[in-house]
């Protein structure tokens, strides 16, 4: 008896016009400044969730960081506070900060485009509670790189976080959503939130998993529950709603984070695909954004 041809989710062809953006907002991983040492994605990260426990809606804080993150596509490290830290009045900062988030998004979706720009009317210097401690430990988690059986690691220079990965993904998954008719809300805080066990245990990329057997599911399982029981107990709840998304591709939000996720990592090396349940689906991806493999 045959094998069933399994249906793969449809991916809109209009995901190419945003590839080169998303490309854009990756470099955010690896522009530094004195002041933002671990790069611009890290300090986003940091500040993401510093708002979400000090409970901030995540829907607002969705729109605001995407906002910031297009800004600094064109501005690089000058972000809000750099700009007032120069002498820049309050109007003046967001007038700047909104002439670079005009000069980046011709390609964003025009109904998303306006809620962005309202969004970005509202930033100002955030001043509220501490980042959770696990935070910082994805800041300073490396991701492994692409690995193989039998072939020798690849490094990427300068390596990139989980927290920056997280966060690019975070930002595009509220970029494409439009093109899937998704709320954007779900996919960011899911982003923001997929790899937390990393914050405990180091990553050996697919295949050092893969080494793992039956030991890596239920262990993954476990210290993701570990990490969001550190959170507030609302929070923990929104973030493991949010998450019911990353295991398949049935829904909207689903298929916009694994978009989102898939342009992210093999914009960064085409050797982050590998063999697994998303696999069809990443490739399907990839053919949408005109990009094979």
Known sequence: MENPVLEVA?????????????????????????????GLAAHGFRRAWAALVSGEAPATLALRETALALSAVRLGGMDFDALRRAGLSLEQTLEVLRRGFEAATAPVDAGLREQLRTALAGASTWVGAEPPAFVERLVRQPRAGPTRANKQRVVLLPAESHADHCYVVAVASVLVSPLFEADPTGPFVAALSHHVFNAVLPDAGSHGNRLLGEHLAPLMARLTEQVLDTLPSELAHRVREARRILPHTDTPEARAFHAADTLDRV?????FIHDGPMRAYENAVLAAAGLSH
């Open 10 to 38: 449809p991916v809109p062809n209009r995901l190419a016009e945003l590839r080169s953006l998303v490309s854009e907002l990756m470099a955010l991983k690896r522009v530094r400044t004195p002041d933002l040492p671990d």
């Open 267 to 271: 914009l960064e090396d085409p050797e």
